[in-house]
Nanobody, 123 residues
Framework: QVQLVESGGGLVQAGGSLRLSCAASGRTFSRDAMGWFRQAPGKEREFVVAITWSGGSTFYADSVKGRFTISRDNAKNTVYLQMNSLKPEDTAVYYC????????????????WGQGTQVTVSS
């Protein structure tokens, strides 16, 4: 069974940091693009960031550029999201996603999704 399992969410004060992890199992994702999305209460799910299979290219939403950093460890089948300078508007459920196509992720399309992890930023 293919699974993406997120961890690392929690409650943090504005200006703080969190590091999310997404561990893949069931098959290797070393040749897939991976990314993060988020969904705030009452809002549509939105793209946050994507990374190519090699890690050589990334693409960030303007709202997180300069504050969030995506990375991956293909040997561990894991992708990370380092979130710094967090703001209350970053509060959302964060979802990990994977797809063979990097541009698919940028379009919000993904073949695989995690179950999500809650990030809450207090003011």
């Amino acid at each position: 069974q293919v699974q993406l399992v997120e961890s690392g969410g929690g409650l943090v004060q504005a200006g703080g940091s969190l590091r999310l992890s997404c561990a893949a199992s069931g098959r290797t994702f070393s040749r897939d693009a991976m990314g993060w999305f988020r969904q705030a209460p009452g809002k549509e799910r939105e793209f946050v960031v994507a990374i190519t299979w090699s890690g050589g290219s990334t693409f960030y939403a303007d709202s997180v550029k300069g504050r969030f950093t995506i990375s991956r460890d293909n040997a561990k089948n894991t992708v990370y999201l380092q979130m710094n300078s967090l703001k209350p508007e970053d509060t959302a459920v964060y979802y990990c996603a994977a797809d063979a196509g990097f541009y698919n992720l940028k379009l919000g399309l993904a073949g695989y999704w995690g179950q999500g992890t809650q990030v809450t930023v207090s003011s």
